[in-house]
């Protein structure tokens, strides 16, 4: 593939994940190297999760995918818990957190649009 970028891209997905699969999708059309991590069966460690939202540069409130299914058994709209205690809740339950994530060179987006994925793969943005 005579693509000018460097760097292989890791992807954090859910099998099954239409958002997921489309990040893919586009990576293998803009032939990109990557690799995936799926986070239910390779769940993340705290450390690991705490540096992906520092990479992101949001807070782990804004990781917390709000549409899962245990986001409403835990009643975490109603209960207000530190990033820590956020970051644990994520670490038990990967469907809290927002994917697809994709992580290179120690960049990182959370690729939910296409363009996402273009900011990342293009290299930085000034």
Do not use: W
Not at 53 to 65: H, M, N
Not at 97 to 116: D, H, N, Q, S, T
Request: aromatic share 4%; with cysteine.
């Amino acid at each position: 593939m005579g693509n000018a970028m460097s760097g292989r891209v890791t992807a954090y997905v859910r099998k099954g994940c239409k958002t997921c699969e489309r990040a893919l999708d586009y990576m293998k059309e803009k032939g990109v190297a990557f690799e995936t991590v799926d986070l239910f069966q390779r769940p993340l460690t705290k450390e690991e999760l705490a540096e992906i939202v520092r990479l992101l540069r949001v807070s782990p409130s804004e990781l917390l995918r709000t549409r899962d299914r245990m986001y409403r058994e835990l009643n975490l709209r109603d209960r207000c818990l530190s990033g820590e205690a956020l970051l644990e809740l994520m670490v038990e339950y990967p469907g809290l957190i927002k994917r697809p994530i994709l992580i290179r060179e120690g960049r990182a987006v959370l690729a939910l649009r296409p363009e996402k994925v273009e900011n990342l793969i293009l290299g930085p943005v000034p």
